[in-house]
């Protein structure tokens, strides 16, 4: 989303009118688009036993069935703007539907994990695609108060596709197969194509847009490479030439890809990341806490649902259940939140609610052997992980994106979603690490303290380094 920044992209040079003709379709497009991919990402954790006991490949395939979605999402995310500004959102959209459609059959159907993690890819690529034009659709379309409540809207269908993912993901699962899971998102996509077809008017961004293409490899292999030497040093051994070679290749990308985002900004102005972005203390420090809070929070999610269904023996649905607290916490407070936060500035909530997390993170050290200890642990501990995420998301959120210029605002926004699912597939990537190769008791307990730490670690960074705005000095804004 480098140049789809949430302005009327339709008002600038070379876009086209406003969509005020298709406004109610625009936003069930983009709402139901949103809401698949949201689905699809939050389903697929309560079936990784079931595809572990069918496709084999233990804790390495379950890992990858994850950050193979995650690796090509969060690298991608960032260069689907760009696309969109060249090729327009409504096309860009439609591809993205057709290769999330055309890969949810693929994952339905695979016949070995490889084949699974190879269609999970190819989804996070369809997901990418999808998830930045379909909210630049409803800001080209919508403007004043009418924008706001759509943008409304979309936010409580995505995440109601959050809470509803791991219960619907359950019960398929259990009832009927973890194949249909990956049907259920592929069978409303073919309704949604016709429907995208039907708006009017297309949106494309300037003349110059362009893609940063050599940025946008460097992030994938950068990205990849390290994730999968994470993953399979636990099958391979960490001397492995596999290992070794995926981790050098992926950290010279990494290390490439700085001085090559700072050669395209002196020459076409035109980088997958706008470095000048991080001139602005709140994003630098903002960023830097959502590496460190999503990574743990990538962890717990999925170290705690595999736990409850491989060690504590429930069944798929009854875990969707169970991890639901979270979420519901996030939607019971998150607005109340926002305009605490809105009065009296970001930096303490950003604080309290990571230290808050941490604090429920280790109370599931108590979890034992015994299934009925998920009254007196996990569900108090995922209660107060809840309450800290719904402390700090709105605050970070406005602290990050209200420290960048509001026409970058959209490539802020890319950003701070990118370092989100890059930190949390990260965190999954290491799990083979902490959980010492299988989940069990002693696992949990590795995770939830690793977890506690990185919240911690989050808590410390805000309090120190976020500014809120009404003491915010010259330099620190700049």
């Excluded at 090509?72 to 096309?91: E, I, K, N, P, Q």
């Excluded at 809207?153 to 009832?175: Q, R």
Aim: proline residues 5%.
């Amino acid at each position: 989303m480098t140049t789809s920044a949430p302005a009327a992209a339709a008002d600038r040079p070379g876009g086209t009118a406003p969509l005020h003709d298709d406004r109610r379709l625009v936003l069930v497009v983009a709402v139901l688009a949103s809401f698949v991919v949201g689905l699809d990402s939050s389903v697929v954790n309560v079936a990784l036993p079931a595809i572990r006991t069918e496709l084999g490949g233990g804790l390495v395939v379950q890992q990858w069935t994850v950050d193979a979605y995650l690796v090509t999402l969060g690298s991608l995310v960032l260069v689907a703007g760009s696309l969109s500004d060249l090729f327009g959102r409504v096309r860009i959209i439609t591809w993205g539907l057709v290769v999330f459609g055309v890969a949810s059959v693929l994952c339905a159907a695979a016949p070995s994990g490889e084949v699974l993690v190879v269609a999970r890819a190819v989804q996070g690529v369809g997901g990418a695609l999808v998830t930045p034009s379909a909210l630049a659709l409803i800001v080209a379309a919508y403007r004043g108060a009418a924008q706001a409540k759509a943008i409304g809207t979309w936010t409580a269908w995505s995440s109601a596709a959050m809470i509803l993912g791991p219960v619907v993901g359950g019960l398929v699962v259990d009832g009927i197969g973890w194949r249909w899971i990956f049907v259920l998102t592929a069978v409303p996509i073919v309704v949604m194509i016709p429907l995208v077809r039907r708006i009017g008017s297309e949106v494309r961004g300037g003349p110059h847009a362009r893609v940063d293409v050599v940025g946008a490899v460097l992030a994938v292999v950068g990205v990849g490479g390290v994730v999968l030497g994470l993953i399979e040093q636990e099958r391979l051994g960490w001397g492995s030439p596999v290992v070794v070679g995926a981790l050098v290749i992926g950290g010279v990308a990494l290390g490439a890809f700085v001085p090559w985002e700072l050669r395209v900004t002196r020459t076409s102005g035109a980088p997958l990341v706008p470095l000048g972005l991080f001139r602005a203390r709140n994003f630098t420090v903002g960023n830097l806490a959502t590496l460190s809070i999503y990574g743990a929070l990538g962890m717990v999610f999925f170290v705690v649902t595999l736990f409850l269904q491989e060690v504590w023996g429930f069944p798929a649905w009854v875990a969707g259940l169970a991890t639901l607290p979270p979420t519901l916490m996030l939607l019971a407070l998150s607005t109340t939140v926002g305009a605490l936060a809105g009065r009296f500035g970001p930096r303490w909530f950003m604080t309290a609610g990571p230290a808050i997390a941490a604090v429920g993170a280790l109370l599931m050290l108590l979890a034992g052997d015994d299934p009925a200890g998920y009254w007196w642990s996990v569900l108090p501990g995922l209660v107060l992980v809840g309450a800290g995420i719904a402390t700090m998301v709105t605050p970070l959120t406005s602290a990050v994106l209200g420290s960048v210029p509001q026409p970058q605002a959209g490539a802020g926004s890319a950003v701070n979603n990118a370092v989100a699912r890059i930190a949390g597939l990260v965190t999954v990537a290491l799990a083979g690490v902490v959980l010492g190769g299988e989940i069990g008791v002693a696992g949990l307990h590795r995770a939830m303290v690793v977890m506690a730490v990185l919240l911690l670690a989050g808590a410390v960074v805000s309090a120190v380094g976020i500014v809120d705005p009404d003491r915010r000095d010259s330099d620190s804004s700049a």
